[in-house]
């Protein structure tokens, strides 16, 4: 059962205090969850709810709302393929085929290694560049199946472990708390 | 005539190297907006904003000044910079904060300081991973270089700015779900009234929700004046506004034009922009303003790109109106595309993305998913088709536009819009659908 790790209590902590109530620092906190263990399982909700002072079930009420959001294991690289209007205009849908050949799962499962979560995502913004997909919310525009096997296999053998970080960690980029203020308005 | 580079205002700096760095942005007087803003009083800044009339780029199109100028006076107030951008086809704000992000902190600031709010927020959509990461170094240096923070430029004036990341709901793009998604809520709208955050919002304090394009207009609005601004563009739709192209056309991507001058025929067609249908095809039906928006047809080319000249339109619903730019984003299908499919993705998207609170929108919502997925995979029935009339038209009754209301929001309304416009431009094609028992394009 994974609890947040006392380093990442202590980021739980600061995050809590940039808001002027604690429970908006919530969907962060999933986040930081999510950064630690890849999904949110109950001892995480549990701690959540501790850090904000509120119920394990509000804050699965929320969990639960959000795309983003995993309350079960996923895999290593979540792989999410747009079929949304534009990409089902340039081929969105027959890439989420062949993604599907390729790992060898349908949409909304994971390969057996744990290496890969497959899912089909609404729109993701990058229209332009249609087909497109999302490795762990980092972008490829123009996919091409060929392109897309070499996408794989680049990261089955961790040769994008730099540019694409595990499944959770959304920013790195740090809040600098040196020049910062906080005073809870 | 296209904008050349520098008659850009938003997306001016979009492809130079390292243009969302803090000394590519000073290097292009970068953090002068602000510095003049402080030298002026909160009522002449909202003063210039009125005078630009610039309207919300999210999608709703509320004269930006206006909604400034309702902000109830009781402390503490806030901003929240609306960057959840998820409506389909829509890519604007993606682009602007990868790329440009100390433009959107600037616009924040000027904002604030304008509207007396304590702290802003920026709330980026969860998905944009590097922009976030963007945004947050962006505010980072904006608080080192003095801009973020206590006593701002010698001014006398202190905010902090909080970097938000969302989790993946679109319904959190409309305003006061996203203020409930703030509040670590799920995003459930909130019933109207009040109409205005800016009356009761985060926390129940008054609250500005401006999206990320209308704020990163601030800075230049602020520099060269509200004058300036509403000298570009014609009647009520100033300014210049980037719009998303995407679909059939040849060259996909978001372009800033200038509004009215401009018409769909040459942002879809013009060489400086789409280029026209791939493949030398043609064009069948547009999405003019993105997936709520009722569609247009090639009637519509000729069309200015302003938000009155739209909805003013003869459109084609049955029951009267335009459409609307929307969120600014145009998908363009041409004669190869299936239009029950087309539709179909649309009425699926807003079956999943439905809040559930409203039952029109809830139940409405997956009876089109269902009835029009039927159709599309050949086992539909001919009475189909007006089934799917008759359930839009009680989730929208009447099915005109501006939209009829059901629902505590926009989206029960908007999710049969593209159903009902593709049974009145192609009702032939779904009938086709029902007497082959499959799809005439698979």
Redesign the interface.
């Known amino acids: 059962m994974a609890r947040l790790s006392a380093p990442n209590v202590e980021r739980a902590r600061s995050t809590i205090a940039?808001?002027?109530?604690a429970?908006?620092?919530?969907?962060?906190l999933?986040?930081l969850a999510q950064e630690q263990d890849g999904w949110v399982d109950e001892a995480a909700m549990q701690h959540i709810a501790e850090l904000?002072e509120i119920t394990p079930a509000e804050v699965l009420?929320?969990a639960s709302?959000?795309?983003?959001?995993f309350t079960e294991p996923v895999g290593k690289h979540l792989v999410?393929v747009c079929?949304?209007?534009?990409c089902?205009?340039?081929g969105g849908v027959e890439l989420l085929e062949h993604a599907e050949k390729t790992l060898g799962v349908r949409a909304g499962g994971t390969t057996a290694d744990g290496e890969f979560t497959l899912e089909e995502v609404?729109?993701?913004?990058?229209?332009?560049?249609?087909p497109c997909l999302?490795v762990?919310?980092?972008?490829r525009g123009k996919v091409t199946p060929s392109a897309f096997d070499t996408l794989v296999d680049d990261l089955r053998a961790g040769r994008l472990a730099e540019e694409i970080p595990p499944h959770g960690t959304?920013?790195?980029?740090?809040?600098?708390t040196t020049?910062?203020?906080?005073?809870p308005? | 005539m296209a904008l050349t580079q520098d008659q850009k205002i938003v997306t001016r700096r979009v492809g130079r190297p390292n243009s969302w760095t803090l000394q590519a942005y000073l290097d292009d007087g970068g953090y002068q907006g602000l510095r003049k803003a402080l030298t002026m009083t909160p009522e002449e800044i909202t003063q210039e904003v009125l005078t630009s009339n610039i309207l919300g780029r999210g999608g709703a199109g509320f004269e930006a000044g206006k909604k400034w100028s309702m902000m109830r006076k009781a402390k503490?107030a806030?901003l929240v910079v609306n960057g959840d951008?998820?409506?389909?086809?829509?890519?604007k704000?993606?682009m602007l904060v990868e790329n440009d992000p100390h433009q959107l902190v600037e616009g924040a600031l000027i904002c604030a300081f304008a509207t007396g709010a304590?702290?802003a927020f920026l709330y980026v959509?969860?998905?944009?991973?590097?922009g976030?990461?963007r945004v947050?170094?962006a505010?980072?240096e904006a608080?080192?270089y003095g801009a973020i923070?206590?006593n701002i430029f010698d001014s006398g004036w202190?905010i902090?700015v909080?970097?938000?990341?969302?989790?993946?709901?679109?319904i959190c793009g409309e305003e006061t779900a996203l203020l409930e998604?703030?509040?670590?809520?799920?995003?459930f709208p909130r019933i109207k009234p009040p109409y205005f955050p800016a009356a009761i919002g985060l926390?129940g304090a008054p609250t500005i929700v401006n999206n990320v394009e209308t704020v990163s207009n601030l800075p230049w609005i602020i520099t060269n004046g509200g004058a300036a601004f509403a000298a570009l563009g014609a009647g009520r739709s100033t300014g210049t506004r980037i719009f998303?192209?995407?679909?059939?056309v040849n060259r996909?991507?978001?372009y800033e034009v200038e509004m009215v001058k401009t018409t769909f025929r040459d942002l879809i067609y013009g060489e400086e922009y789409g280029g026209g249908i791939r493949d030398g095809g043609e064009l069948k039906a547009f999405?003019p303003g993105g997936?709520s928006s009722p569609w247009f047809g090639p009637q519509h080319l000729d069309l200015p790109l302003g938000q009155d000249e739209v909805a003013q339109a003869e459109g084609v619903l049955p029951g009267g109106g335009g459409s609307m730019l929307g969120s600014g984003?145009i998908?363009v299908?041409d004669d190869k595309?299936c239009m029950v499919?087309?539709a179909w993705?649309?009425a699926r998207?807003f079956a999943?993305?439905s809040?559930g609170q409203c039952t029109p929108c809830r139940e409405g919502t997956g009876w089109l998913d269902k009835i029009m997925r039927r159709i599309e995979d050949g086992a539909g029935r001919m009475e189909d088709i007006d089934l799917l009339v008759d359930v839009s038209d009680n989730i929208a009754p009447g099915l005109s536009f501006p939209y009829p209301m059901t629902t505590i929001c926009f989206l029960g309304p908007s999710s049969p819009m593209p159903i009902v416009s593709a049974i009145q431009m192609f009702r032939s094609e779904f009938e086709q659908h029902v007497e082959l028992g499959r799809c005439p394009h698979s």
């Not at chain 1, 020049?179 to 005073?183: G, I």
């Not at chain 2, 951008?85 to 890519?91: G, L, N, V, W, Y």
């Open positions: 940039l808001y002027p109530h429970r908006s620092a919530l969907i962060p999933l986040h904000l009420g929320t709302f959000y795309d983003m959001i999410s079929t949304n209007i534009a089902l205009l340039n609404e729109c993701i913004a990058l229209c332009g560049d249609a999302a762990n919310w980092r972008f959304l920013c790195r980029v740090r809040r600098d020049k910062t203020s906080e005073s308005a | 503490p806030y951008e998820s409506e389909p086809a829509t890519f704000d993606h304590d702290k959509r969860g998905e944009f991973a590097l976030i990461e947050q170094q505010v980072n608080y080192a923070g206590q202190s902090d909080v970097v938000h990341m969302g989790a993946g709901a679109y998604s703030l509040e670590g809520k799920r995003g926390y998303s192209l995407s679909g059939c996909p991507g978001n999405v997936a984003s998908v299908m595309t499919r087309a993705r649309l998207f999943r993305e809040c």
